[in-house]
Each structure stands twice: as C-alpha cells, then as structure tokens.
C-alpha cells in the first residue's frame, strides 16, 4: 500500500537523492544549483514537499512553492491570483506507471487549495509524455509553450507552462 504525507525536515537528504537518481532525463531541466535552492525554501518554509511512502520507503515526492519564492517569469500566467508552484515531481523508476506521479500532483493541489491558492502552475517540456499525461490526469491545462533552448536541449527545446485554477 502507497501512503503519501508531507515530507519531514529530516529527510530533505533522501529526497535530494531520489531527484538526482529517478528524475534526471532529457526532457527534465535539473542542476545543483537550482536543487539546493528548492531544498533551501523546504529548509525555511517557503515550500513543501509531499512524499509517496511504500513500506517505509520513499518511493516518490513533489515539491510545492508558495508565490512569493517561485520564479519570476512565472508572475505573467497568475493574473495577480494567489499562486504556487509545482518545482518537480519524481518516482522512483520501478514504481512508474502506478498513478503516484499523479496523485502528488493532486496532494500538492489539494495542500495548495487548503491555504487559499487560487492557481498552481507547473512546467515541462512541451515533448515529455510522461509529464504531458500525469499532469492531464490532475487536471493540469496548457497556458502557455515556448522556446526555451537556456533551460532544454532535447527536442524542440520547448517548454510549457500549465495550469490548474483552484
């Protein structure tokens, strides 16, 4: 049985380890730097992460930033309405295809709704199925696609912002 909770300061170790193992790929945009800085928000308090738990293990998690630490560019797509972001969501590779990805989504959109968020935006690459069809399954709709060659080298090196209005 997969259980999913909210992620405990002490395990911001294991989750680092689980993104730079399960969610490094060519569509995903992941560098130290910008890793660190999400961990550092879970650290003060300006973000959240909501793990999936099977038999002790943490075999997935997502990561929810509040609006005033999101990154800038994302400010155009709120329409001034209380925003969070998605930064990223991984599973650990052999439990795939098992609707986890989907139901983080779905904890982050439910924790983001319980704090008075009007909109949680996310973004991926316009040609990640995978992400492309997690994201529909938690009600996630396209805003907008770009070229985005600074952050995706595969592909069309386009990315797309998405969307779901609370």
């Not at 991984?90 to 709704?113: E, F, N, P, Y």
Request: net charge negative; charged share 20%.
């Amino acid at each position: 049985m997969i259980t999913y909770r909210l992620a405990l300061p002490t395990e911001a170790d294991t989750l680092k380890a689980l993104l730079w193992q399960h969610g490094q790929n060519e569509w995903n945009y992941l560098t130290e730097d910008g890793v660190n800085a999400e961990f550092e928000l879970l650290e003060r308090g300006a973000a959240s992460a909501v793990v999936a738990v099977q038999d002790d293990e943490i075999i997935g998690c997502s990561v929810l930033i509040d609006a005033t630490h999101s990154p800038d560019y994302l400010n155009k797509y709120t329409h001034q309405k209380l925003m969070y972001f998605i930064g990223d969501v991984v599973v650990a590779s052999q439990h795939g295809g098992k609707g986890i990805a989907t139901a983080l989504l779905q904890a982050c959109i439910t924790q983001a709704r319980q704090v008075g968020a009007e909109i949680v935006l996310i973004e991926r690459h316009e040609e990640n199925l995978a992400s492309a069809g997690m994201m529909r399954k938690a009600g996630f709709h396209i805003l907008d696609t770009f070229h985005d060659p600074d952050k995706r080298s595969a592909g069309s090196q386009n990315s797309c912002i998405l969307a779901i209005e609370l």
